[in-house]
């Protein structure tokens, strides 16, 4: 069974710290709507953000466009793929000195969101395809001009349409290809309206697709259908520690505006959870049918599908292995496997929440970076609030009116945490030093 998860502040040191319990039904306010407290083991850093004592963070880069998911090379080279082309460019390399990092290059003349290395080729999605250029042995582009489309045609209807991109170690690539819908109404996003029988968009969205990672032109027939029913996903990444498949999921909007009769406005904004599940080829998520109400702790039938906040899903859709508040956009996730970060660190996952724009009349929330526990391949204990502050208030978190709104994850060769923001373009990288 899966565990619906507290959020705390930074408390290693078991101080002061302000508890997010996201399975409280009885009060009238959750705790995810209070203000961020400093706790006495937090440090608001030079760059703006909080982070644990004991870590330093800077901004190494500004400025730089929608600077969406990054990874950074064995050899310490960057690479940051831009939500939209900056100057005809999509893709950013920059290399770092003396604490800032200077753009050498930019190519690819296509916006989207993923990016990644592996096996000496630096991966990179459109929001229709999947590219992949060779690297050399300083973990340059040998040729930007020239990259080898490995996944072509997926569906882009301009709603959930990122594909971000992760790869196993036997030789396959996943992506997730988001519904082009909130919940599969025959009318999206109307009142009142009926699920569709059968979703339909299932048959090429809604889920995660794998693919072959050194085969070219691949289409849908070529690929797998490796997960279904989920919504959206953004953040994914592969967790050597069990060899499996971790995904976050953002959750449908809207249960009291369709279907107000059902639902509060409270609700609502809480409802439903962010669910990270661990994928096994074949598992269903159950999207567009259930939802998972990590008040209750149960899986939920739509109220598109007859639900009305009561009657609990089937059982043959799996169970989230860890569940967040409701609307908070986890973008990126990241398994922590250097040794720079105390013993605590290694093997658990970290969460960069983009931050809520639908949770009115309830405070905004999010627009932090979590830090997930892990034991033996599972979240295990509370989710913890590791570096904050990048909305630039409390006051700007609750109008949802955030300077900074983290978005992708990397682990540098030194074991340091690079963040991006989408905002202003920022890139943040986060070190510790006993």
């Not at 600077?67 to 460019?89: A, C, E, F, N, W």
């Not at 089937?314 to 990126?332: E, Q, R, T, W």
Request: some cysteine.
């Amino acid at each position: 069974m899966n565990k619906t998860l507290k959020i705390v502040l930074p408390a290693f040191a078991l101080s002061a710290s302000v508890l997010f319990n996201a399975c409280k039904s009885n009060d009238s306010k959750t705790a995810v709507d209070d203000t961020l407290k400093s706790s006495a083991d937090t440090t608001k850093t030079a760059a703006g953000i909080a982070v644990p004592d004991g870590f330093t963070a800077t901004v190494i880069a500004k400025d730089l466009g929608g600077t969406r998911h990054i990874v950074v090379s064995p050899k310490g080279v960057i690479y940051v793929k831009l939500g939209q082309p900056k100057d005809g460019k999509g893709i950013l390399m920059l290399v770092e000195n003396n604490g800032t990092a200077e753009v050498k290059a930019g190519f690819g003349d296509y916006g989207g969101t993923g990016i990644t290395i592996k096996n000496g080729y630096l991966y990179a999605s459109s929001n229709q395809d999947i590219y992949r250029y060779k690297l050399n042995d300083k973990d340059e582009v040998i040729d930007p001009s020239k990259p080898e489309k490995i996944v072509t045609g997926l569906i882009d209807r301009h709603q959930h349409e990122s594909k971000s991109i992760v790869l196993d170690d036997a030789g396959n690539l996943y992506t997730n290809i988001g519904a082009y819908s909130n919940s599969c109404q025959i009318k999206d996003r109307e009142k009142g309206s009926l699920g569709q029988k059968d979703c339909p968009i299932l048959d090429s969205a809604g889920g995660i697709w794998q693919f072959k990672a050194d085969k070219p032109n691949q289409t849908y027939k070529d690929g797998v259908r490796y997960a279904t029913g989920l919504r959206n996903v953004v953040g994914l990444d592969w967790n050597k520690q069990v060899n499996q498949l971790f995904v976050m999921q953002h959750g449908r909007d809207g249960l009291h505006d369709l279907f107000p009769d059902l639902y509060t406005v409270q609700q609502q904004a809480e409802l439903p959870a962010e669910c990270m599940y661990a994928l096994k080829k074949g598992d269903n998520a159950g999207w567009p049918y259930i939802y998972y109400d990590q008040l209750q702790k149960k899986k939920m039938l739509a109220p598109e599908y007859g639900g009305d906040g009561k009657k609990e899903g089937d059982s043959k859709f799996i169970d989230p292995v860890a569940a967040y508040p409701g609307h908070l956009a986890p973008n990126g996730l990241l398994f922590y496997t250097a040794n720079q970060f105390p013993e605590q660190y290694k093997n658990g996952a970290f969460i960069a929440f983009h931050g809520s724009w639908n949770r009115a009349p309830e405070p905004q929330a999010g627009y932090y970076v979590v830090f997930q526990p892990f034991k033996d391949g599972k979240p295990s204990g509370d989710g913890v609030v590791f570096a904050d502050n990048f909305s630039g208030s409390p006051q700007n978190t609750a109008k949802g009116a955030a300077m900074h709104r983290p978005c992708g994850l990397a682990q540098g060769p030194d074991g340091s945490l690079y963040v991006t923001d989408d905002s202003k373009g920022y890139i943040y990288k986060i070190s510790y030093k006993k």
